[in-house]
Nanobody
Framework: QVQLVESGGGLVQPGGSLRLSCAAS????????MCWHRQSPGKQRELVAR???????THADSVKGRFTISGVNAKYTVYLQMNSLKPEDTAVYSC???????????????WGQGTQVTVSS
């Protein structure tokens, strides 16, 4: 079993910052990618950022220059530093990971429960 636990969400004023964390644990042979997605009521889920095992990163245009994904492979942990937050960033942020549980298995996506981020004055 693979578990993903997100943390760091909360209520913040517009222009403020938050740092989200996501830790993977359990039966893990290799993590290929870790991502941050977000979803707010009435909207489609959006890919916010992705980091590969090699450290390559991509960010959605809506967050470029404000959000930064980073990761520590040895600890199977990924972070999302969010600066200059806007009300439209309000959403549940989730951290899916493409995990290969053991050397003989194919990789699959695993998801955590998500953490709520609310940007409001």
């Amino acid at each position: 079993q693979v578990q993903l636990v997100e943390s760091g969400g909360g209520l913040v004023q517009p222009g403020g910052s938050l740092r989200l964390s996501c830790a993977a644990s359990g039966s893990i042979f290799r993590i290929n990618t870790m991502c941050w997605h977000r979803q707010s009521p009435g909207k489609q889920r959006e890919l916010v950022a992705r980091i590969t095992r090699a450290g390559s990163t991509t960010h959605a245009d809506s967050v470029k220059g404000r959000f930064t994904i980073s990761g520590v492979n040895a600890k199977y942990t990924v972070y999302l530093q969010m600066n200059s937050l806007k009300p439209e960033d309000t959403a549940v942020y989730s951290c899916p990971a493409d995990v290969q549980p053991d050397s003989g298995s194919i990789s699959s996506d695993y998801w955590g429960q998500g953490t709520q981020v609310t940007v409001s004055s």
